[in-house]
């Protein structure tokens, strides 16, 4: 078993589930995250004054996986979220130490 981590765009989240649907995963979690990276964030305005906002809006979905499953999502994922621009996102994957008889 594996956990995925990935850290996307908000309006790339749904093809992302998309394709953890199509896989069959059967366990994860979709949380709204914020971020800080090389994008250095973005000026916005409220009640007529400009303010730099450091954080930009994320979503992070954590994906609970077979060994197989987390392969292909490693590899599927960085394609179906790629815009081509900075702060696409991260997969980040990490081995669970899971009885089989416990798989869902």
Do not use: H, N
Not at 3 to 19: C, D, G, S, W, Y
Not at 35 to 64: F, M
Not at 78 to 101: C, H, M, N
Request: proline residues 5%; aromatic residues 10%; positive net charge.
């Amino acid at each position: 078993m594996k956990q995925l981590t990935i850290v996307v765009k908000p309006f790339r989240a749904e093809a992302v589930l998309q394709v953890i649907a199509e896989l069959g995963v059967t366990a994860c979690a979709v949380r709204e995250a914020k971020g800080y990276g090389r994008q250095k964030g973005y000026l916005d305005r409220y009640r007529g004054s400009e303010y730099s906002a450091a954080y930009l809006p994320k979503v992070e979905i954590t994906v609970w996986a077979t060994d197989e499953q987390a392969a292909q999502l490693k590899d599927l994922v960085p394609k179906v979220a790629r815009t081509g621009r900075i702060g696409d996102g991260k997969v980040f994957v990490v081995p669970l130490a899971w009885p089989e008889s416990l798989v869902f």
